[in-house]
Structures are given as C-alpha cells and as structure tokens.
C-alpha cells in the first residue's frame, strides 16, 4: 500500500478501494498472490495482465462475491467481509459475459431489473428507455436479446449494470470479443461513466485499451501486482525511448545486431519478424550516429522510428511474455 492511510477508509475519504496483502487460492493454486491497491474516486483504474493473471479473482474478492483466504480490503472504507451487505449496495460488476436474460426484449430486460432494484413501473420504463437511448439502443428495444449483435449485447450487459448509478462499476474486460467500432463504443461509454462521478475499476488484457482509457494501471501477473503507474509512468520505467529498425535483408540481420548494440551501448532485441530489430535506448542522441553506421556496414535499412515505449514494450519488459499468452494458472473464471 502506498502512503500510511492503512486500512481505515483512505485519506479523508478519497479512496474508492483499499487493499492490503489479498490472498485467494484454488486448492493448491494460488490465484491471488498479496495483492495491494489503492484507488482513488472517480478514476478510471486499469487492472492490466494475462488470462489467469488474477484480475477477475481480485474482482469478485472486492466485489464481496468471493471471501478472501487472508488480507484486507474496503470500498469506500467499507470491510468488503464484515460489512458486504453495504459493500454491494455501492458497487455493480459487469463480468466477461453477458448476463442479460435472451428471451426477453432490451427494454423488458431492463424493466426487469428496474422493478427487482425497487423502481415502480412508471419508473422502471422511464428508465429502461433513457438507459436505451444512452447506449445507442432505442431501435433494439424491442426485439430479444438474443438477436442482438456481440456489441449491442455487451451495451445492453452495461446498461443494466448502471440501472441504479454505482459508487464503483466493476469491469471486467468489457471488450472482449468486440470489433473495433464496438469496442470504441464501449470505450465512450466508459468515459461517459467517469466523467459523471463513478470509479471504474477495469480490468483487460489489450494494451491498448489500458492505455486509452486509465488514469492508472496496474499490471498483475502471477497472482501479483508488479508495477503500477500512469501510463505515461509505466513507459518511462522501461527507458526513454525505444528504436525499432527494420532491414531489407533478413540475413543481415546478425550483423545489424552486432553494428547497433557496439553503437548504442544497449542489447538489441530480435522480434519473431526477420526483419525486425527492437532496442530500449537510455541515451537517445546516441541513435543517430548508430543508425548511420549500418550503411556504413553495407546493411539496408526499409524503415526505423524512435518513440515512446508502448504499453506492449513494458509489459513484455515487466513479465517476459507478452499478456495475449495464457497463463498455466485457472483462475476462477470457471467458478
């Protein structure tokens, strides 16, 4: 944890999530490893790692859907143990699947869920039709769910989750399975979220997706938080820039190597793609005269940048594989 706020409610009641040392098994599987967050409200937390990483079992422990086997957590300085009746009364989880009824139309599904949450049903279908054309649906209202599109289902699943706004919306990797264009439209309606007050705590193996929409991440692998940070932050902790040079001979590659890593003083890596040369450079001035010395060397050069680390980069930096690969681990996703 950072700072000394402990585990009394965060400093002066700015923090959303709490958490100290959690621990979840599966049998002889350690699922969740001595995680510890801290997240603040109204932010957009990204819970960044692998399949099997421990994201979606640190959800459900926070959730109050899971009892850790040791450590501490609270939201909104509620024990997410003790006091869970409170606890799931300020927050709502959208899991990896949608959890809408397909036999029943949009509207009817958010009805549905508007009368069991207390709304008359004046209210309940006042409400289902704002939800609905808020999330680009009002064309959809009457048909089944069932005949929905992966991305109107995944909007109706969201949706649904907000019938009641929630101090904290859960979500767990709302995009999975998406096309580009729904997956931007989730993000929007991430965005839309936040901006009107809720914490997001979302947790997603694309990088990319970490990277538009979090104010922090952390990256968990094995069961255990290992770096946390800005995006901005996390890039800047695996160096200052990275060089990605492409050859036009692949059998000059081995010489380039060699020509680069004497100039730049660093190791030069050697993606899957032949032609590819990848470098983590901590003196970028020192790139130019690098670059000038593979003509020099007889070796063609197609293509070559300079920039920022991606999120990519540092999570390949961090944990050595890269968060497409599944982890040898179950987590509880099959529970």
Same mark, same amino acid.
């Given at each position: 944890?950072?700072? &000394? !706020?402990?585990?009394?409610? %965060?400093?002066?009641?700015?923090?959303?999530?709490?958490?100290?040392?959690?621990?979840?098994?599966?049998?002889?599987?350690?699922?969740?490893?001595?995680?510890?967050?801290?997240?603040?409200?109204?932010?957009?937390?990204?819970?960044? *790692?692998?399949?099997?990483?421990?994201? /979606? +079992? /640190?959800?459900?422990?926070?959730? +109050?859907?899971?009892?850790?086997?040791?450590?501490?957590?609270? @939201?909104?300085?509620? $024990? @997410?143990?003790?006091?869970? $009746?409170? @606890?799931?009364?300020?927050?709502?989880?959208?899991?990896?699947?949608?959890?809408?009824?397909?036999?029943?139309? %949009?509207?009817?599904?958010?009805?549905?869920?508007?009368?069991?949450?207390?709304?008359?049903?004046?209210?309940?279908?006042?409400?289902?039709?704002?939800?609905?054309?808020?999330? %680009?649906?009002?064309?959809?209202? *009457?048909?089944?769910?069932?005949?929905?599109?992966?991305?109107?289902?995944?909007?109706?699943?969201?949706?649904?989750?907000?019938?009641?706004?929630?101090?904290?919306?859960?979500?767990?990797?709302?995009?999975?399975?998406?096309?580009?264009?729904?997956?931007?439209?989730?993000?929007?309606?991430?965005?839309?979220?936040?901006?009107?007050?809720? /914490?997001?705590?979302?947790?997603?193996?694309?990088?990319?997706?970490?990277?538009?929409?979090?104010?922090?991440?952390?990256?968990?692998?094995? *069961?255990?938080?290992?770096?946390?940070?800005?995006?901005?932050?996390?890039?800047?902790?695996?160096?200052?820039?990275?060089?990605?040079?492409?050859?036009? &001979?692949?059998?000059?590659?081995?010489?380039?190597?060699?020509?680069?890593?004497?100039?730049?003083?660093?190791?030069?890596?050697?993606?899957?793609?032949?032609?590819?040369?990848?470098?983590?450079? !901590?003196?970028?001035?020192?790139?130019?005269?690098?670059?000038?010395?593979?003509?020099?060397?007889?070796?063609?050069? !197609?293509?070559?940048?300079? %920039?920022?680390?991606?999120? $990519?980069?540092?999570?390949?930096?961090?944990?050595?594989?890269?968060?497409?690969?599944?982890?040898?681990?179950?987590?509880?996703?099959?529970?």
């Amino acid at each position: 944890m950072k700072g &000394d !706020s402990g585990m009394n409610g %965060g400093r002066d009641g700015a923090l959303a999530v709490e958490a100290e040392g959690l621990v979840y098994r599966f049998g002889d599987n350690v699922a969740v490893d001595g995680v510890d967050l801290e997240i603040s409200r109204g932010e957009i937390f990204g819970f960044l *790692g692998p399949n099997g990483a421990g994201k /979606t +079992t /640190t959800i459900r422990m926070l959730a +109050t859907l899971l009892r850790p086997d040791s450590g501490a957590a609270r @939201v909104f300085g509620h $024990d @997410v143990v003790r006091e869970a $009746d409170t @606890v799931r009364g300020l927050v709502s989880l959208t899991g990896q699947f949608a959890s809408v009824d397909e036999d029943l139309t %949009g509207k009817e599904n958010l009805i549905l869920i508007a009368r069991l949450l207390g709304y008359s049903r004046k209210e309940a279908k006042v409400r289902a039709d704002e939800l609905l054309e808020a999330f %680009g649906l009002s064309d959809a209202a *009457g048909r089944q769910a069932k005949t929905y599109s992966g991305g109107m289902r995944r909007r109706l699943d969201i949706a649904a989750s907000i019938v009641i706004t929630p101090e904290l919306l859960f979500l767990d990797e709302p995009t999975t399975g998406l096309d580009p264009r729904n997956r931007n439209q989730v993000w929007d309606i991430v965005r839309s979220m936040a901006s009107g007050g809720t /914490t997001v705590l979302l947790t997603t193996q694309y990088l990319d997706e970490a990277d538009q929409l979090a104010d922090r991440i952390a990256v968990i692998d094995n *069961g255990k938080v290992i770096a946390e940070g800005t995006p901005g932050e996390l890039k800047g902790s695996v160096g200052s820039g990275v060089l990605h040079v492409r050859l036009r &001979d692949p059998g000059s590659r081995p010489e380039a190597v060699r020509v680069l890593s004497r100039a730049i003083g660093v190791a030069v890596e050697t993606p899957s793609d032949p032609v590819a040369l990848l470098a983590r450079v !901590s003196e970028p001035e020192r790139v130019p005269e690098a670059l000038a010395g593979l003509p020099h060397a007889g070796i063609a050069v !197609s293509d070559f940048s300079l %920039g920022q680390p991606s999120l $990519d980069e540092v999570f390949l930096a961090l944990t050595g594989h890269p968060t497409e690969e599944k982890a040898d681990k179950k987590e509880e996703e099959a529970v």
